[in-house]
């Protein structure tokens, strides 16, 4: 504000700004431009350093870390007694996470499912979910404990291997980084979008990942490349198969790639001649009861001729649809519409993006092994 328009008597028709330096309080005048532009900085790296992107060295978010840790708290590794899950997410957010319960329980239920994680680090008793895209039975109703991978990750923990932070109020100590054995970023992978950017990690199999690893000891002059060798491609829990390969060699050499994924299909042929599809397996993160609900829509819209019948004759021996055609169907020509209209066929995007010393970095398959390796030693 100019010296001409200060709030004097003889420039009473302006607004009066009340006197607060008798308060002791000062006001800062700032511009918004500028202000709003430093605040949304501060916001979006909270968002990808506390929220939304898994550290390289074990492969966690904040908050699957800290339900690992009031799990460790109570003491729930394989073999003891499962705890209600209400018990486990209670602690998290009283101790760790200052956020709702049912967010944490999301994670929970999550770190449980064989059909999202490759290695589940949550070992669940009760309903968890299904891929038909039921949601979890309520925290009160469920149980759980840590698996043997998780306690793998933990390992150490009381050892003083790793940083310890204070938690939200500074009444306990947290550990920064768990000290894990387990190559976990690459092996269960990751998903998460933060502010500008996102993460898209696949799960990979582990015997294929230590075998990497260990080549990687050995000779820590290997090419990008050469992680080909080990690291056959994605190992996706619900099973699929890979289009082509090309995907698979550029996220292994560069951190990016787009690798198409189908589902398991087998063609029988009755005693009436007529052919049958089977669907064994399906595309990761494919909802089952959508994908048929899809296909039925198809085939009453014309779009998706030759098919006479469509059920869903999974157990809990495994999963199986069955598409049953018609008479003069080509069993080839349906399978390739269905590839083309449904989530039979789906592209998974991998963007290999990880915090490494707390920044945001894509790296190749070869560089996250070092880092994992650096940390380790």
């Given at each position: 504000?100019?010296?001409?328009?200060?709030?004097?008597?003889?420039?009473?028709?302006?607004?009066?700004?009340?006197?607060?330096?008798?308060?002791?309080?000062?006001?800062?005048?700032?511009?918004?431009?500028?202000?709003?532009?430093?605040?949304?900085?501060?916001?979006?790296?909270?968002?990808?350093?506390?929220r939304a992107l898994p550290d390289v060295r074990d492969g966690?978010?904040?908050?699957?870390?800290?339900?690992?840790?009031?799990?460790?708290?109570?003491?729930?590794?394989?073999?003891?007694?499962?705890?209600?899950?209400?018990?486990?997410?209670?602690?998290?957010?009283?101790?760790?996470?200052?956020?709702?319960?049912?967010?944490?329980y999301d994670t929970l239920v999550r770190m449980a499912q064989d059909f999202s994680l490759r290695y589940p680090l949550v070992d669940?008793?009760?309903?968890?979910?299904?891929?038909?895209?039921?949601?979890?039975?309520?925290?009160?109703?469920?149980?759980?404990?840590?698996?043997?991978?998780?306690?793998e990750i933990m390992d150490g923990l009381d050892?003083?291997?790793?940083?310890?932070?204070?938690?939200?109020?500074?009444?306990?100590?947290?550990?920064?980084?768990?000290?894990?054995?387990?190559?976990?970023?690459?092996?269960?992978?990751?998903?998460?979008?933060?502010?500008?950017?996102?993460?898209?990690?696949?799960?990979?199999?582990?015997?294929?990942?230590?075998?990497?690893l260990i080549a990687l000891l050995n000779n820590p002059d290997l090419e990008p490349a050469d992680m080909l060798d080990y690291v056959q491609g994605p190992d996706f829990p619900t099973g699929g198969i890979i289009h082509g390969r090309r995907g698979i060699y550029d996220y292994v050499t560069t951190g990016r790639g787009r690798v198409v994924v189908r589902a398991r299909t087998e063609t029988e042929i009755r005693d009436n001649g007529r052919a049958r599809i089977?669907?064994?397996?399906?595309?990761?993160?494919?909802?089952?009861?959508?994908?048929?609900?899809?296909?039925?829509?198809?085939?009453?819209?014309?779009t998706i001729e030759g098919i006479s019948d469509l059920r869903d004759e999974?157990?809990?021996?495994?999963?199986?649809i069955v598409i049953v055609l018609k008479k003069d169907a080509f069993p080839q020509v349906?399978?390739?519409?269905?590839?083309a209209h449904t989530m039979m066929q789906t592209t998974f995007g991998v963007i290999n993006l990880a915090l490494v010393n707390h920044q945001p970095r894509v790296m190749s398959t070869k560089e996250t092994m070092q880092e994992f390796l650096k940390f380790r030693e």
């Amino acid at each position: 504000m100019s010296d001409d328009h200060k709030n004097t008597p003889e420039n009473n028709d302006e607004p009066r700004v009340p006197d607060l330096g008798s308060s002791g309080e000062t006001i800062i005048e700032a511009g918004i431009v500028e202000k709003m532009r430093t605040s949304y900085i501060e916001y979006s790296m909270s968002v990808i350093i506390s929220r939304a992107l898994p550290d390289v060295r074990d492969g966690l978010k904040p908050v699957h870390r800290r339900v690992l840790t009031a799990m460790n708290d109570l003491n729930l590794s394989p073999g003891r007694p499962y705890r209600k899950s209400a018990k486990i997410t209670g602690d998290t957010t009283g101790n760790y996470h200052p956020h709702g319960t049912a967010s944490v329980y999301d994670t929970l239920v999550r770190m449980a499912q064989d059909f999202s994680l490759r290695y589940p680090l949550v070992d669940g008793q009760g309903n968890f979910g299904s891929v038909d895209g039921d949601n979890a039975a309520a925290e009160r109703y469920t149980e759980a404990r840590m698996t043997k991978v998780a306690t793998e990750i933990m390992d150490g923990l009381d050892k003083e291997t790793v940083d310890f932070i204070p938690n939200y109020d500074g009444s306990r100590m947290m550990p920064a980084v768990m000290p894990s054995k387990v190559p976990n970023l690459l092996v269960n992978g990751a998903d998460g979008i933060a502010v500008g950017m996102a993460t898209k990690i696949p799960p990979h199999n582990m015997g294929e990942v230590c075998d990497g690893l260990i080549a990687l000891l050995n000779n820590p002059d290997l090419e990008p490349a050469d992680m080909l060798d080990y690291v056959q491609g994605p190992d996706f829990p619900t099973g699929g198969i890979i289009h082509g390969r090309r995907g698979i060699y550029d996220y292994v050499t560069t951190g990016r790639g787009r690798v198409v994924v189908r589902a398991r299909t087998e063609t029988e042929i009755r005693d009436n001649g007529r052919a049958r599809i089977i669907v064994s397996e399906i595309p990761y993160q494919v909802n089952k009861s959508s994908l048929i609900e899809k296909i039925a829509n198809l085939v009453h819209a014309g779009t998706i001729e030759g098919i006479s019948d469509l059920r869903d004759e999974s157990d809990r021996e495994g999963m199986r649809i069955v598409i049953v055609l018609k008479k003069d169907a080509f069993p080839q020509v349906v399978l390739n519409k269905l590839y083309a209209h449904t989530m039979m066929q789906t592209t998974f995007g991998v963007i290999n993006l990880a915090l490494v010393n707390h920044q945001p970095r894509v790296m190749s398959t070869k560089e996250t092994m070092q880092e994992f390796l650096k940390f380790r030693e």
